[in-house]
């Protein structure tokens, strides 16, 4: 099994991220929403489940891990698209979710994956989700990540109103089950100007 299939079977059954349970605990009325690195679906699933229609993105498929679990109903608020972070393509929406995933993003592209997502972002909708820290132990180690300081991430929410930044450190599993030191800011941003 490759790191990846082995990722998807211990996150699959996992509860959804703490800032998006914070965030339905804001009695949002529910729209459009895509979680852009849905991976296993437990962002995606628990959107569905208090009435919002999600497209989940993910550069795998994992369509089958999400819909099997799904009521008949909650299937037609449902829609999977594979797509890679680099050639992203999305529609407008009321809410972008991105738990753990856009750090991964190829770090020349970054700032044009953000840009995609800000455009899409409707006028008073929603950020949530999570961007990396430079103090993450995989800062230096791993090529390929994006990790940024606090002042360049609030420079990415200008057009917002941040309802909540949150700097997490901490040592904690990974998804594959081994312990690292983590830094991560925590987001909930609405969008209020173009």
């Known amino acids: 099994m490759n790191k990846i299939e082995e990722y998807y079977n211990k996150t699959e059954t996992d509860i959804p991220h703490k800032i998006v349970k914070e965030f339905i605990e804001m009695k949002i009325t529910p729209g459009e929403a895509i979680d852009l690195g849905c991976g296993a679906g437990r962002d995606t699933i628990y959107l569905i489940k208090n009435g919002w229609k999600v497209t989940a993105i993910d550069r795998e498929d994992t ?4 819909i099997k679990r799904l009521n008949i109903d909650e299937k ?14 999305i529609n407008k929406t009321n809410l972008i979710v991105a738990n753990f995933s856009l750090p991964f993003c190829n770090k020349n592209e970054f700032n044009n994956l953000f840009d995609k997502i800000k455009k899409s972002i409707l006028l008073n909708g929603y950020f949530v989700g999570n961007l990396f820290g430079i103090d993450d132990e995989w800062n230096g180690k791993k090529e390929n990540i994006v990790f940024l300081d606090k002042e360049q991430i609030l420079n990415l929410f200008k057009n917002f109103e941040i309802i909540k930044f949150e700097e997490i450190k901490e040592n904690k599993k990974t998804g594959l089950g081994q312990i690292k030191y983590w830094h991560y800011f925590n987001i909930i941003a609405q969008k209020r100007r173009k």
């Open 63 to 66: 369509e089958e891990r999400i």
């Open 76 to 89: 037609n608020n449902f829609k999977f698209e594979i797509q890679e972070f680099e050639k992203l393509k």
